[in-house]
């Protein structure tokens, strides 16, 4: 089933932005909504993607402007909404988690009960966390219970939970996507993928807590937003799809990876440092179920998206070296 138009919440994000270029690209009209200003072109790859469609920008907070936000749906009437709004960082939800409470769970909520009761909505594209499972050594089905063990997980888990009930009570049109680690070009910079690259390339050192042994798939943001599209034109009503690359990697491993690329030595760049509370050891998804019913598949091997992150990082260095490096906590 094909859509023309669509919502994307939390749309300056990495994986929103890559989200909107593909979507303009392909003729759709769509309107993004962030609580922050649209910043850098290099971080918005449809600022500079040829594209056909059209796209209005509202900067608007879902936890502030609530009434005003539902009024520009409502006005818009997207067929398709995908939110990836939230509190996004594990380690930092110990300090403050009632905040990640608030965002991800109470305010997703209010909007939720105002969107059930639309006549227009066809798709809501839940973004969700392979975090809500807890650290698991084997390849999940997404039938796999939930154990989330920071804040920030148990705050995925609960609307998960909560757009559930909102599916079997009110037929919300809710599709649950669950993505391996993110990366690629335009990332935000204290990601693990360019923060390596950048560190690598001006002689810092990089933090690699707890060695780096906890293991991670990773997904380029281009397949990303293939899956969620084809998720929506495809995907069945209450139903959960995993999308993940078929190689998992330890930290060490990624950040070697890179070292190897840009032909730096690994401990010129790296310094142990303590593991992060709770930090969970492994998150392994099984994408069978996308692949098959989908048809998704990722078409950037690791090796060639870091290689397209890394010329990506060098063509922005001037503009990333004034730029805010670590990650920045908004209530």
Not at 15 to 36: D, E, F, M, P
Not at 109 to 133: A, C, D, F, G
């Amino acid at each position: 089933m094909e859509f023309e138009r669509f919502a994307v919440i939390g749309s300056n994000s990495y994986a929103g932005a890559s989200l909107v270029a593909k979507l303009l690209a392909a003729n759709k009209q769509v309107i993004g909504i962030n609580r922050s200003p649209e910043g850098s072109n290099i971080f918005l790859p449809y600022k500079n993607t040829p594209s056909n469609g059209s796209y209005r920008f509202v900067c608007a907070d879902l936890n502030k402007s609530l009434p005003e936000i539902f009024e520009i749906l409502d006005d818009f009437q997207p067929d398709v909404i995908v939110d990836f709004a939230g509190q996004g960082m594990v380690a930092e939800s110990w300090i403050h988690p009632e905040q990640w409470y608030q965002t991800n769970i109470v305010s997703k909520v209010r909007l939720h009960n105002l969107l059930r009761q639309t006549k227009w909505l066809k798709r809501y594209i839940r973004i969700s966390t392979p975090e809500v499972y807890g650290s698991q050594e084997s390849q999940l089905k997404e039938t796999w219970q939930f154990n989330p063990s920071t804040p920030y997980a148990v705050s995925h888990a609960a609307i998960d939970m909560s757009l559930r009930a909102f599916h079997q009570q009110y037929q919300f049109p809710v599709i649950f996507t669950r993505f391996a680690n993110f990366y690629g070009p335009g990332q935000q910079l204290y990601r693990i993928v360019p923060r390596t690259i950048i560190n690598a390339l001006l002689g810092k050192k990089l933090q690699l807590h707890g060695g780096g042994t906890s293991i991670r798939a990773f997904i380029h943001g281009s397949d990303v937003a293939d899956g969620i599209i084809r998720a929506a034109s495809m995907g069945s009503l209450g139903e959960i799809y995993h999308f993940s690359s078929e190689k998992f990697y330890s930290i060490r491993e990624v950040v070697e990876l890179i070292c190897q690329r840009l032909n730096v030595d690994f401990s010129s760049v790296v310094e142990i440092a303590p593991d992060r509370p709770a930090k969970d050891q492994a998150y392994l998804m099984d994408s069978s179920k996308a692949r098959t019913e989908l048809g998704w598949s990722d078409r950037y091997s690791f090796e060639s998206g870091i290689d397209e992150t890394i010329h990506w990082v060098k063509a922005s260095l001037d503009e990333i070296r004034s730029s805010q490096l670590e990650y920045i906590h908004k209530a």
